[in-house]
Each structure stands twice: as C-alpha cells, then as structure tokens.
C-alpha cells in the first residue's frame, strides 16, 4: 500500500509542486493544510504516514505545528520544507520533533531521498 | 523540472501576495510600530522567495531575500521604521512586481534590478538603532559567536566519530543537526566540535567532530550516522580522547539554547481569501461565455419556430428548455462575477504614491468592494478609475496649505465608492477639492470654438461634454500624473466602448464628483429591437427609458430643430432614420423610443419595434473604422444580423 501524505504550505504554488512530485513516485496525497491550525487538525483526522511542513506559515508557523503533531503522535514524521537562510528555524524544527528537511528549490530527486529517510 | 506549467499558477499567487505586501506597508506607514504589518510583510516575501526560487527566477528571489534580509531586521526591531526606509520597501515591492511580470514573460533578462538591491543592502547594511524597543514577539538574532566554548576539555570520550558531509549538502550546519540527533539516537554524546550553537552559521565548514560512549559496534555507527543524509565519509576512532579542551559539551536531552525565532503569528490581512475558491483559467469561462452566447441565439432562432409551428407539446418542451438556458446563462453570468476590491486593492497604494509625489494630504476611503462585477469589465475598468483618482489628487484637491487658507482640514478627502444600481455598477469617485473652475472651461471652450462668444455660465451637462472632448485640458501645467491633454476624454471613451456612461458633477469650492455607470455583464444584454427600412437595430435596454407611439401634435419646432412634448417635458428628437443616413419616410406613424443617458433624455423615431431579445454582442471592427454610432453586432434568433446603437453617442 502507498504511503499516505498530507502537505501543509500556505502557497498553492508549492503544494501543487510537492504534491506532484510525491504523487508521482506513487504516495497518495490525503490532505493538505494552508496554516499551521489547520495543519495540526487534518493529522489528528487523517493520521498521515507522512507529513511536508513549511515552516512560514499564517496563524500556526509550522515549527509550532510540529510540537503540537508531535506532542499528539511522537511517532509522527515530519518532513520541513525550507528556504535558503533558514538555518535557525530548522534547527528549531528539528528540536520540536521533524525528521528532516529539504531546502528550496525542489529537486524531486532530493525531495524523495528525504521522505525515503524519514519513513526509513 | 520543467516548471512552464506552474508559472500561470506562480504568477497569480505572486499577484496576491504582492497585494498583501502593498497593504502591509500601507499600514505599516501608518503605524510604524505596529509589528503586525511586519510579521504579515515578512511572511508574504518568504512566500514569493520560495515560489521564485523553484521557479528559477533568480532576480525575482535575489531582490525578495534581500528584501527580506531587510525586513527581518526590522521585525527584530534593529532598523527604525523611518520615511527613507518606506521608501526603499515600496519602491523594491514595485521592482519585485515588474520583476516578477518580466520573469513569467521568459523575459527575465530584461530586469534591471542592481539599484534596488543595493538601496535594500544598504539600507541593511546601515547601522541605525530603532526609535522603538523591539516588541517581545521578536527575539535574538542567530548568533555570529564562531567560538563560544561553553566548557572546557570534557570527560574522556571513548569514541571519536568525524563526520565529512557530501560537498553540495544544502543546509551543512542543520543536517550536522540531524546527524548530532542520530547520535544522540544511538548513544551518549559528551563532546561536539564545533559547538552546535554555531551549526547554523553560513560559514559552518561541512565537518563535525563527536565524542560518543557508546558500546555499540563501528558499522552501527556508520550506518546511524549516514542515515542523517549527505555524509560523505565517516571515520571512527577508539583511540584515546583528544585534549585540546575546545570541546563543548552537550548533556544529552539539554538542547542547545538555539534562537527561537517565532516565525509570523501575525493575524491575516484579507480573511475574505480564505473562501472556498478554485482557480479557473479565464479563458475556460470565456469559452462558455461564447456557448452559451451560441445557444441564446439558437433558443431565439426555437422559440421563432416553435411559434410559427403552433403545437403544444413542442411549445411547452420550447419553454421549459428556454427556462433551463436562462438559469444556466445566469450560472455562468455569476461564476464570471468578481468583487471590485479586487482590482480596488490596489488603490491604496496608487493614492498613497500620487499624494506624495504631489505634496497632497489624502485620505482615501473606498467602499462597496464586495460590489460584483464581470471579471472582464473588471479588468477594463481598472485603469480608468486610476486615472480619475490621480486626476483627482492632481487637479481636484488642493496642496495642504491653500486648503488652509480656505477654511477646509489640510487632508483631502477622497472616496471611491461602488455600488449596484439594478442593472449596472455604479462607480464613483468624490473629492473635497477646489472643483472644477467653470470660467477657465467656458474661456477655453471659446478659444477652442465651442461656445458662443457671448456665453457667460456653463451648465453642468455642457461641462461634462466639452471635458470630456479629446484634447480638451485646462490644467496649468503637465504633470507626471496626468493633465496631458489625456484626461477625463480618456476615461470617458474607454467607459463608452465598454457601454457604459461617465457623469461629472462639480461645485467651486467644495469638490467634484464623476461618476462612472457600467453594465454588470459585457457580453449579453437584453435589447429592444428597432425595424427602419429592411434593416433591424438592436437598442440596448439600459438605455430605454419608455416607448410612445409618434403622434403629429406631439411634436413642436423650436428654433429649428424637432422636439418631443411628453407629458409636459420637451426631449429632442433625432430620428434613426437620420442616424443610418436612409431619407426620412413620407407617411406617418411609427414609434418613439425614449432614450436615457446619465439623466438626459432624448426621443428616437423609428419605423417599428419588433420586440424585445437577449442579444449577444459579437466583435465588430468596423466600430473602429468611424461608425461610431454602433457599438457592436449581434445574430438575431432569427439568424439575421444586426447592429447594435451606441445610444450615449448620439448624445
């Protein structure tokens, strides 16, 4: 069975992108979120293998969407999605419970060697 | 990645963004210290960076990262809030939006960006505290502290593990992190060198130094740490610990104190946004559009038959697929409907720039932005409006001082307003300037030889007509905004070719007031149509005001020319027949339509009306080639082609 995904990234833009590339090497995108609020409410409903998570966000950022995921499923694997000069905030990221990260632009190929070592 | 699909879809959401920006730093301006704007600001910047990025669009996400490089110095409350940076921002949002134009056009190259990325690296750069303590919502920078040895030598550290990362890793010092976690993952970690609080320096050097007890074998290790991503070599060593005592120590579980930059909690600037919307390409809805202009016709062209056919199962089956068309034409009427704010969004920032530049005081107020509008009205609509406001700001109020001296607050009012009147959209635009200065028209109107010599008052229909003649300006002086002889004449023959009317009203002193009327929808309007000779006209309905039948003894002459008695008013008279150069009829009869534009009316003689349809404008160049009483051509139902009259050109 495929893995199950949701996206959580406040431009269309760049879910469209990252859904397609994920879609493409067979996951199957269950949801996506536009802020970190939402973000949190769509994993406790559909409980995703894998979750993308931007880290500027409205409402929620995403590293305090990452805490409140991870304080419901210390399992949950969360995957930053960030952009150059971010360093700081990663790290945050990291220390709130994701697992890894990967860096704007996309390249499917590294986006996918990433969820390949979180779901590892 | 081919990335050519996504641009349509990057440019629309750059588009929202770039509006969210303009209002951010509107609002900005206007309360530099609030730390909402900022927050909103920074987080619609990232955005566009990123999108930018992916897109491969570097000038785009050079000009936005250094944008907001600046911007989070400002949110961490380092850089004041002052005039010169407003206008570093505002003009750097402009080159980001031509930028981001030229980009999505394939043409990037042709984006000149160096002076604004050196005004926003200076500003950056230069080193000017904040009038205003940072808020506590904004915290530490990261730390440049390359060497802070937090501890000395640590305890004796059994293994030693050097982590090489690959050459291309992105993020070195943040994946060093995950690696450092792993670590921890497996065993105890006394030692890291360098010190994790300088991991996410740019200038982290790819290679991490940690001490681990641990029991587990070497190829665990290994395997542990090559799992983090981008290591390129691992080396273990059991020897003895190294004493060199630059080694800071982490206590498993204790994380370093690692800047927690709350990254925009900043409330939504335009909750309307976040309505269940899809994006359609608007060309998809012009197409349907056309459909179901094509099947309004082809239900003219059934109902004919069906009447002449007379049989009551094809009649009723006639009516009810009739009544289905209708819905679904309203269906696709609605679905191209767009609230004004926006195109009005951006206003705002077109006032806000055009009072500066002209040492006004505005205050601008706009209202009935959720007013609805076809998309493609919407768009023509746009410039239009932007020049009567700079029109307004130029010409309408007057500098602070002379307002003054005048008795009036030094800040202008000036208000758009939209609001639906049964079929149309009324747009208006107010000031509480000085007004239009009749004398100055009237003397020009003489120059010209527009009006008689011995006229000594204008009234305010003659005013509207010879400003909005082409060419005719009275402004004193060019100015960048407007007053080049293009003024209100521009605005009013793009709102005729849309088929709607422009009205001006103005008092000295007190300000003016035009007022624009457009039809909701272009592309179907429902028509009277008129017969003169063989030929059929179609009379938009917006403009029929009433029809009479043409009695003789309704009729008078004065000085010369026809007018119509109608219930004790007297309308001119022109005839269609005039109109369409076709010599007058001998006989009698006939009917008279009563047209109405902007408050004056007037009577048309035509031979016959023939009923009333839902027309369906077709494109019609000859409008362009000096038949400038049609505005357009329709296919009746009876698939006979016919014009459709301008009528507030025969005003």
Known sequence: MSHTVLICDDAIFMRTMVGDILQQAGFEIIGEAETGVQAVEKYRQLRPDLVTMDIVMPDMGGIDAVREITKFDPQAKVLMCSAMGQQALVVEAIQAGAKDFVVKPFQPSRVLEAVQRVLG | ?651
């Open chain 2, 1 to 651: 990645m081919d990335t050519s699909r996504y641009a349509e879809l990057f440019l629309t959401e750059s588009q929202d963004n770039l509006s969210a920006i303009n209002h951010a730093l509107l609002e900005l301006e206007r309360t530099p210290t609030a730390r909402e704007p900022v927050g909103a600001l920074f987080r619609a910047v990232h955005t566009v960076k990123g999108m930018s990025a992916t897109m491969g669009y570097a000038v785009v996400a050079e000009v936005s990262h250094e944008l907001e490089t600046l911007l989070d110095l400002v949110r961490r409350g380092e850089r004041a809030v002052s005039a010169p940076l407003m206008d570093t921002l505002f003009a750097a949002t402009d080159m980001l939006e031509r930028a981001i134009e030229l980009s999505v056009a394939g043409r990037e190259s042709d984006v000149d960006a160096s002076t604004t990325i050196a005004a926003l690296r200076s500003a950056a750069a230069t080193s000017e505290p904040a009038a205003h303590a940072p808020s506590p919502t904004t915290t530490a920078k990261p730390r440049k502290k390359r060497s802070s040895r937090r501890a000395a030598a640590s305890a004796v550290a059994p293994v030693t593990v050097v982590v090489t990362q690959d050459a291309n890793t992105p993020m070195p010092g943040v994946r060093a992190y995950l690696v450092l976690e792993r670590a921890r993952a497996l065993a105890t970690v006394v030692s890291t060198t360098p010190d994790p609080s300088t991991f996410s320096d740019e200038a982290f050097a790819g290679r991490l130094t940690i001490g681990l007890d641990t029991s587990a074998p070497d190829d665990e290790i290994d395997r542990a740490l090559r799992a983090a991503g981008y290591v390129a070599d691992i080396a273990i060593t059991r020897a003895a610990p190294s004493t060199n005592g630059h080694v800071a120590t982490v206590p498993n579980g204790d994380l370093p104190d690692l800047l927690p930059i709350s990254a925009g909690s900043a409330s939504e600037l335009a909750p309307a946004r976040q309505h269940r919307h899809i994006r359609i390409d608007l060309h998809r809805l012009d197409t349907l559009m056309n459909l179901i202009g094509e099947l309004v016709i082809t239900r003219g062209r059934l109902q004919q038959l069906a009447a002449t056919i007379n049989e009551s199962a094809l009649t009723e089956t006639v009516t009810q697929a009739s009544r289905l068309v209708a819905d679904l034409q309203d269906g696709i009427m609605t679905s191209r409907m767009v609230p004004v704010w926006q195109v009005f969004d951006r206003f705002p920032r077109v006032v806000r720039d055009a009072a500066r530049a002209l040492g006004k005081q505005v205050d601008f107020v706009v209202s009935g932005q959720e007013i609805e509008l076809d998309r493609s009205l919407l768009d023509e609509i746009g410039d239009p409006v932007v020049h009567l406001l700079r029109n307004a700001i130029d010409h309408g109020l007057e500098a602070p001082d002379v307002r003054v001296t005048a008795g009036k607050s030094p800040t202008g009012r000036l208000a758009l307003t939209a609001a639906r009147d049964r079929s149309a959209v009324v747009i208006r635009v107010t000031d509480d300037g000085k007004g239009i200065d009749r004398e100055r028209v009237l003397v020009r109107a003489k120059e010209l030889g527009l009006m008689d010599a011995s006229r000594s008052e204008l009234t305010d229909d003659e005013l509207v007509r010879l400003i909005a003649r082409p060419g005719f300006s009275t402004a004193k002086q060019v100015t960048d905004l407007s007053g080049r002889g293009v003024g209100i004449d521009a605005v009013h023959a793009r709102v005729r070719a849309l088929g709607g009317t422009v009205d001006i009203r103005s008092t000295k002193g007190e300000g003016t007031s035009v007022t624009v009327r457009l039809p909701v929808t272009l592309a179907i309007v429902r028509s009277l149509l008129a017969k003169v000779g063989d030929e059929t006209y179609a009379i938009p309905m917006t403009h029929v005001n009433e029809t009479v039948h043409l009695e003789a003894n309704t009729i008078r002459h004065v000085k010369g020319a026809e007018v119509l008695v109608l219930r004790g008013d007297v309308l001119p008279l022109m005839h269609l027949r005039d109109v369409v150069r076709l010599p007058r009829r001998d006989a009698g009869g006939g009917q008279v339509v009563v047209l109405e534009v902007a408050d004056r009316r007037a009577g048309m003689v035509v031979d016959e009306l023939t009923g009333q349809q839902e027309i369906v404008i077709k494109p019609f160049d000859a409008v362009r080639d000096g038949l400038s009483v049609f505005s357009g051509a329709t296919i009746l139902g009876d698939g006979v082609p016919a014009l459709i009259l301008d009528v507030s050109s025969l005003f």
